[in-house]
Structures are given as C-alpha cells and as structure tokens.
C-alpha cells in the first residue's frame, strides 16, 4: 500500500530554518505530482508548495522566496527547505501524493491529492 511518512519538523527560532522529508513507499515516485500543505490550529489546510512529476513547482504567496520544494525521484523522496521562518509559519505539515498524465502538471488543490502522510509539527517561536 501507499505510504507517505514526513520528518524533520520541530522548534526553531523565527529566523531559522528546517528541511522536511517525505518518504514514499509503495508507488512509482517518479510519476507522482507531489505538494506540501500545512495547517494551523483553528485553520484550514492550505497548500504550500507543489511540484509536478517532471520537477515544474508552484508556491503559496507566504512563502514564495523562503520555502523551497524539490524531489528526488531515485531515492523516492519529497523535500521542503523552509528558511527565514516565522511565527506564522509554525503548523503541522503534510506531503500529498497523486498519480498524473503529463511531467508538468502541478497540482494546487488538495482535492487533487490521493494519498497522505500523517503530518510532522514546524513550531517557530518569536
């Protein structure tokens, strides 16, 4: 079966940075578009960054210039580099997986996304 299991969250100071992992298992990675939501506490899950099978990628406006997304196919691995971190960013983070047509199609809609991981906790303090 599909699994997604997501690590490397946890505390940093505003300022600083993280580099989450996610691990794919049971699928052919590389024909998966991929993306990264997040989720705060009283909040709906909002897309952080996707990234297509053939490595095309697309970014929330909060995080565009800060946050990286990227893939490597070989290892079966969905990377988030997040740096100059903020308060706000602080929420559970989750890597999504769908299967697609196409090697640049990105998707944005969480509705999209067939499989999920269980989410790791970014907490950014002041």
């Known amino acids: 079966q599909v699994q997604l299991e997501e690590s490397g969250g946890g505390l940093v100071q505003a300022g600083g940075s993280l580099r989450l992992s996610c691990a794919a298992s049971?699928?052919?990675?590389?024909?998966?578009?991929m993306g990264w939501y997040r989720q705060a506490p009283g909040k709906e899950r909002e897309l952080v960054a996707a990234?297509?099978?053939?490595?095309?990628?697309s970014q929330a406006d909060s995080v565009r210039g800060r946050f990286t997304i990227s893939r490597e196919n070989a290892k079966n691995t969905l990377y988030l580099q997040m740096n100059s971190l903020k308060p706000e960013d602080t929420a559970v983070y989750y890597c999504?997986?769908?299967?697609?047509?196409?090697?640049?199609?990105?998707?944005?809609?969480?509705?999209?996304?067939?499989?999920w991981g269980q989410g790791t906790q970014v907490t950014v303090s002041s």
């Open positions: 990234i297509s099978s053939g490595g095309s990628t």
């Open positions: 049971g699928l052919t990675f590389g024909r998966y578009a």
């Open positions: 999504a997986a769908a299967a697609v047509l196409g090697r640049n199609r990105v998707l944005t809609s969480a509705n999209a996304y067939t499989y």
